[in-house]
């Protein structure tokens, strides 16, 4: 496996390929990897001839008061674990060989499905993903882009992206890995106490159970209350339980297919998850 961490060295390192029309596959991250990340070089294996994962903690995309200069960096780990499954090349860039050429003037605003959801707790956040994860595009050109379903607010804005700008790539959304207890994977599970750790599967449960009780005929509106009440006697702090279509139109009626959104706060964590519920006839 290669490192590379400038754009001219990616660039020689790919080349090749290119020339072989070899098909090319690109995981973005920001590091500090876990079991969901290797998921997704897993499927790009399956795919792809050459698999690149790049390594980037993106300045723009953090608002002033979150942890941008706390994110945990983790290189050399991460190299090891993705060497084990089987990624080609690592991108690693620095802050100034993403931005330091020359004063950015160009934003990207996917519309009001980032105004929703964690857009609202985060304004800028998504034009910060679209702009680096459009700059990781056109320096990678992979064919595939492999994106975890448990960002799905994430997924959906970069599919609109990729749309509407024209974008040669097919973006893969690949499903939620969890822990055995259901919870769903994170970096910053690793923030969790003991006793936090306990009582974050608590997420997962109530969407399930939400599942089940939608599913036996009970009205949506009060199974996303129900969810609230499990999420605060556990101890959370809730930001938002949400059901949404699964291109994140509102919908107040299981009368189609949906997807249930949790974001909740234990201690000083904050995890979200989502679960896409069918509608069966
Ligand atoms: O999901 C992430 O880790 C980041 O938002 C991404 C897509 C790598 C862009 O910085």
Known sequence: ????????????????????????????TMGN????????VREARKLCDVVVVSIFVNPIQFGPNEDFDNYPRTLEQDSHL????????????SVEQMYGHHPRLTNIRVGEITNDLCGLQRPGHFDGV??????LFNIVQPNYAFFGQKDYQQLAV??????????????IGVPIARAEDGLALSSRNGY???????????????????????????????????????????????????ARTPMLQKSDQFDQ?????????????????????????
Do not use: W
């Open 1 to 28: 496996m290669k490192t590379e961490t400038s754009i001219q060295g990616l660039s020689a390192s790919l080349n090749p390929a290119r020339s072989a029309r070899k098909i090319i596959g690109f995981i973005p």
């Open 33 to 40: 990897l876990h079991e969901g990340h290797l998921n997704l």
């Open 82 to 93: 993705l060497a084990e499954v089987g990624c080609d090349i690592v991108f690693a860039p």
């Open 130 to 135: 679209a702009v680096v994860v459009t700059k």
């Open 158 to 171: 970069i599919k609109q992206l990729v749309r509407d700008l024209n974008m040669p790539i097919e973006v």
């Open 192 to 242: 969790l106490s003991a006793e936090h750790r306990q009582i974050a599967p608590v997420i997962y449960q109530s969407l399930k159970q939400a599942e089940q009780d939608l599913h036996a005929g009970k009205a949506l509106l009060d199974v996303l209350t129900e969810i609230r009440m499990q999420l605060t006697q556990a101890g959370f702090v809730v930001d938002y339980v949400e």
């Open 257 to 281: 297919d949906i997807v249930l959104f949790v974001a909740a706060k234990i201690g000083n964590t904050r995890l979200i998850d989502n679960l896409q519920i069918k509608h069966i006839l």
